[in-house]
């Protein structure tokens, strides 16, 4: 099985993306439940769990809450159909999950081959977890709404996660990793 390290926003920083996660959602009724927005930095082949928090633990130790850039729309083209919030592959975030990267290959863990063809960013809205497929039409049409929005703005991260791939929020955390305080 997959599992995804994942950064998490801040409170105030995630209420706003989630207005337009839920604009989309509701205007093509996507989703019953809406999933966490979150950054992927790593994904995970079948790791030893203990093995995986003790290193991502000592990794994030010197590691403080940290902003991203949200720079625009991105949308990931069929079979994905999927609506995004382009992050920035700059800064803190960029290199954190670079040194996570080459760490967990170090230790011999089943990770990304090269992480520079990786572009960050946020799912608003795509097939997974679905309740329904979004027609071609609809998918160009929330695609060029979020484009339209012309999204500039900082949010924070202020944990990473380790998650199982499933649409269930008490189930899917296998272990929270809070960054320090600046």
């Not at 011999?108 to 960013?121: A, Q």
Request: net charge positive; proline share 4%; glycine share 2%.
């Amino acid at each position: 099985m997959k599992y995804y390290l994942v950064a998490l926003f801040d409170k105030q920083s995630y209420s706003y993306i989630e207005e337009m996660q839920k604009s989309i959602c509701k205007k093509y009724k996507i989703y019953k439940n809406m999933p966490v927005l979150h950054i992927t930095l790593e994904v995970i082949g079948d790791p030893d769990i203990e093995k995986l928090n003790k290193i991502v633990s000592d990794i994030l130790k010197p590691y403080k809450k940290f902003k991203v850039e949200i720079n625009g729309a991105m949308c990931f083209d069929p079979p994905y159909k999927s609506v995004n919030l382009k992050i920035e592959n700059k800064g803190y975030i960029i290199r954190l999950a670079r040194h996570i990267n080459d760490i967990l290959k170090l230790h011999g863990f089943n990770v990304r081959d090269n992480i520079d063809n990786w572009d960050l960013h946020v799912s608003l809205a795509n097939t997974n977890y679905a309740i329904r497929e979004w027609s071609s039409k609809e998918y160009v049409a929330a695609c060029d709404t979020a484009k339209k929005e012309n999204i500039h703005k900082m949010a924070k991260i202020d944990r990473i996660e380790l998650w199982k791939p499933i649409n269930n929020k008490k189930e899917m955390i296998i272990k929270s990793f809070p960054l320090r305080d600046f």
